[in-house]
């Protein structure tokens, strides 16, 4: 298998000449598209390098798409350590308009390339909110760390929980999910909702699970939700 996905990487024809360029196994998750919306384009059913970022700020978003391409199908040719280190210094990303909340990036195939989010708030108010869960990275570990950490959770869809294990053991988060998303892998999330919502989470309103039914009520092993 592993045979089969490295004949699978080359470079698509698709791409323009340069140091940036996306494989064969791109399975046309978007994410490139809107993190660097001036190199990457869908071309053919997945995405293609159409311009070669122009000047430092575009080829910093390029790598951030890299970085954050849930399969590696995205390349580069050269690139410097000055690149790469703000690439991964810049995420998670300020979401423009929206104060405290951050887009993660490091999307994980596992999670169907899903998006995640930190919310970020004061200890005195709960402290941080990871909504869907990145691929677990060191890195992006790191950066969370200096933002506050994660005090909660919150997976909103059974597709969507990627590493969602091994973050919550890095910053000891309580997981809290919809009882009906729940699944052999999330079994051992910490609350439980039940019912229709909405709910808050310290305050914070929480987006809608996936899935929302019966009647209103939380259960938990370690926390609480209101
Ligand atoms: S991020 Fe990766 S998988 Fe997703 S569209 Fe871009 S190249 Fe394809």
New binding site residues.
């Given amino acids: 298998k592993a045979k089969m996905q490295q004949e699978r990487r080359v470079k698509r024809a698709e791409n323009v000449e340069g140091d940036f360029w ?1 494989d064969s196994t ?8 809107w993190m660097a919306p001036a190199t ?1 384009t869908r071309a053919n059913g ?2 293609a390098v159409t311009a070669q970022p122009a000047g430092h700020v575009e080829r910093v978003r390029a790598m951030q ?1 890299l970085l ?4 590696y ?2 390349h580069t040719d050269s690139r410097t350590a000055q690149e790469l280190s703000e690439a991964q210094v810049g995420l998670p990303a300020l979401v423009p308009g929206v104060p405290g909340v951050f887009h993660c990036g490091w ?1 994980d195939v596992k999670s169907y ?1 899903a998006t995640s989010y930190l919310i970020v708030r004061p200890p005195a108010q709960g402290g941080n909110i990871l909504v869907d869960c990145p691929r677990y990275n060191p890195v992006l570990a790191r950066n969370i760390a200096a933002l506050g950490g994660v005090s909660h959770i919150f997976l909103t869809h059974k597709d969507d929980v990627g590493d969602h294990d091994k973050w919550a053991r890095h910053f000891n988060a309580l997981r809290t999910m919809h009882q009906s998303e729940v699944r052999a892998g999330t079994a051992g999330v910490e609350v439980q909702l039940r019912g229709e919502g909405p709910w808050a989470l310290d305050g914070t309103p929480l987006p809608a699970p996936a899935t929302a039914s019966g009647s209103s009520s939380s259960s938990s092993s370690r926390g609480s939700s209101s």
Avoid: G, K, L, Q
């Fill in positions: 996306v791109c399975i046309d998750c978007d994410t490139c598209r990457f997945m995405s798409a954050s391409c849930p399969t199908s995205i999307h390339a």
